[in-house]
């Protein structure tokens, strides 16, 4: 158990239609990263949240936001959802910013688009 | 090109073989690395940190080769439990997240 907690853990959604994906970082942890993992491909970065603020994205398009709250959970949105964004999503928290901090990722939540 | 390039499998090794994982990375500014294990359909958790010296976690070893921009992890008496995908990671310098490679599918075989 990492003590990050994401929900939930599979849905479907039709293309087109907006989606969120939820997580609850470990306590004490004031960072939250996204990851996108499509299928038989590593997790690709998509952004990162500190002090309720963006801090760095990936090559992800607008239509992916998100939010980060004063207790540090964070909120990922998908907007007009295409097919290829059918993967399982990746909320990962650390103790600061830096990559070089360990992250402890949550299970993760599986979005299919349909 | 990618940052973190891995031969993907998968690896179908018998109970107590030993077996080894590239990865190469192509960015001369990375600092960081790292093996993470994957189970099926389950998140991505630290194996272990890759120093330059070398290191070595019990039946695991991991190696790295900054002039050729090279990792390594070798498996020693491999068990059925390491069946897994195996995920060569890497930082680099101004950037706050991990690069992951696609990973290298692994099953050890009764």
């Known amino acids: 158990e990492t003590g990050v907690t994401q929900s939930p853990t599979h849905l479907i959604k039709t293309r087109g239609q907006q989606v969120t994906l939820r997580c609850s970082s470990q306590?004490?942890?004031?960072?939250v990263s996204w990851y996108q993992q499509a299928l038989g491909q590593g997790p690709q970065f998509i952004f990162q949240?500190?002090?309720?603020?963006?801090?760095g994205r990936g090559n992800f398009p607008p239509r992916f936001s998100g939010l980060q709250f004063p207790n540090y959970s964070s909120e990922l949105n998908v907007n007009a959802l295409e097919l290829d964004d059918s993967a399982l999503y990746l909320c990962a928290s650390s103790r600061g910013t830096g990559a070089g901090n360990t992250i402890y990722f949550g299970e993760g939540s599986w979005l299919t688009v349909v | 090109r990618k940052e973190v390039e891995q031969d993907p499998g998968p690896f179908n090794v018998p109970e107590g073989a030993t077996v080894a994982f590239n990865c190469t990375y192509s960015?001369?500014?990375?600092?960081?690395f790292f093996w993470y294990r994957q189970d099926c359909r389950k998140e991505p958790k630290l194996l272990m940190s890759v120093y330059s010296s070398g290191n070595e976690d019990g039946r695991f070893t991991a190696q790295l080769n900054r002039a050729s921009q090279y990792i390594s992890l070798l498996i020693r008496d491999s068990k059925l439990s390491d069946s897994a995908t195996y995920l060569c990671?890497?930082?680099?310098?101004?950037?706050?997240?991990?690069?992951f490679g696609t990973g290298t599918r692994l099953t050890v075989i009764p």
């Open positions: 990671v890497v930082t680099r310098s101004g950037a706050n997240n991990l690069f």
């Open positions: 960015n001369s500014a990375s600092q960081s």
């Open positions: 306590s004490g942890h004031n960072t």
């Open positions: 949240y500190y002090r309720e603020e963006e801090n």
